[in-house]
């Protein structure tokens, strides 16, 4: 007891302050976590919610739409909101979504607002100008989000507020950096995501049932690919690719899982290349497992990515993978590249694209193994609790900052 007798605290005040001590030790960090819309489980989100149980407490809230009949966080017991505005009045500002999110802050005791995507974050950092103690993080998923005058200035008025910025990858970091040159760089920290790797593993098909589920031929070299059919995703020159080195006169199938504005004119364009007959266009895929046990190699031919968890997934799934070197797709995949088990290409080259595709099919079997093996060893720097012990010390550095 020499140090209360060097204070003057009484012996009842140290009990009293030992007690408060051990007991905000003891408390949970609550964290609200704010998303402009419920467009579906996200099932990378869901992951670390329920990832990080002990030690945590979880709000999660939409600021729009109605609540589904199902959703994943709600059927297993967690706390989710409704705000329920309509996505068109939250183009213009709500003060108040503001108000009602203080009013969470303050009954919950929350210690951090964790916004998704910009929308949350613009919302999140006006709530913490009320709550002083309040942490923001706010999480950025791709690349050019900063690019517009008016999300500069809302950038330069609203992030002083944040205490972290989370990007996906070292690209998203320097691009935050780049278009926001005074937010102060340690403040922006990179936070891989991580996957459930034994998901992509064991589907609960081989490769023949898999292939007869998504009514593909059964003896193609099947090479694949999942993503909205939009500009960025670089189908157009994934076909020019396709056709310029003639890999289905090779053997080759091209499944693509994905809808989207394009599928008129990616069919037309196959038709003009005369390559429709060795294209199936899946449209949007649930399974995503059992779309990737189907396959012998993926693609990616991408004109910017943040941190596509595509490539991981086709990964875990044991492929080689050809990606458009842009964006995080090295950070992924550079070890590989190396090795010679993946190729980075130029985006929009689909020469490029067609060489490197054509020689992945005309490996050995052995080859091939070894290329499996080695991407199986790859993607543990991937795996999910990576992420979350990741997510959890910066959580826990987040409030005490």
């Not at 007991?23 to 990378?44: A, C, P, Q, V």
């Not at 999480?139 to 507020?161: A, D, M, Q, T």
Request: proline residues 3%; glycine residues 8%; contains cysteine.
């Amino acid at each position: 007891m020499l140090w209360l007798e060097q204070t003057s605290l009484g012996k009842d005040d140290f009990l009293l302050f030992t007690a408060l001590y051990v007991r905000n030790m003891d408390k949970k960090i609550t964290i609200l976590h704010l998303w402009s819309s419920f467009k579906g489980d996200y099932e990378l989100f869901n992951q670390v919610v329920m990832g990080l149980k002990d030690g945590y407490h979880h709000i999660i809230c939409f600021m729009t739409g109605e609540p589904p009949l199902r959703e994943v966080l709600c059927d297993a017991g967690y706390d989710v909101r409704w705000l329920r505005y309509k996505d068109k009045s939250l183009r213009r500002f709500q003060s108040g979504v503001v108000t009602q999110l203080s009013a969470l802050v303050a009954e919950n005791q929350v210690d951090i607002i964790h916004a998704h995507r910009h929308k949350a974050t613009f919302y999140a950092a006006l709530t913490a100008r009320k709550h002083t103690q309040l942490k923001v993080v706010s999480s950025v998923h791709g690349l050019e989000r900063s690019r517009g005058v008016f999300r500069k200035i809302s950038n330069r008025l609203l992030w002083p507020r944040l205490t972290k910025i989370i990007a996906v990858s070292g690209a998203v970091k320097k691009d935050i950096l780049k278009e926001n040159s005074w937010f102060p760089a340690e403040r922006v920290e990179v936070v891989y995501n991580g996957i459930n790797i034994e998901r992509f593993k064991d589907c609960g098909l081989d490769q023949k049932a898999a292939r007869s589920f998504f009514d593909l031929p059964e003896q193609a070299w099947i090479w694949g690919a999942v993503g909205r059919l939009a500009p960025v995703k670089g189908h157009e020159t994934l076909l020019k690719a396709w056709a310029g080195a003639g890999l289905g006169k090779l053997g080759c199938h091209l499944a693509l899982a994905g809808d989207g504005d394009l599928h008129a004119s990616l069919t037309a364009l196959a038709d003009e290349l005369g390559i429709v007959k060795e294209i199936t266009f899946l449209g949007h895929i649930s399974e995503v497992p059992k779309f990737l046990k189907a396959l012998d190699g993926f693609v990616m031919p991408s004109l910017h990515e943040g941190f596509p968890l595509a490539v991981l997934e086709a990964l875990a799934a044991q492929l080689p993978v050809v990606a458009s070197a842009v964006g995080g797709i090295p950070e992924i995949l550079t070890e590989l590249a190396t090795e010679g088990h993946a190729f980075l290409v130029s985006a929009r080259d689909d020469k490029e694209f067609g060489r490197a595709m054509a020689k992945v099919v005309s490996w050995s079997d052995e080859a091939y193994r070894q290329a499996r093996g080695h991407v199986s060893k790859h993607i543990q720097r991937f795996a999910a609790q990576g992420m979350l012990d990741h997510m959890a010390k910066l959580y826990q550095d987040v409030v005490v900052l």
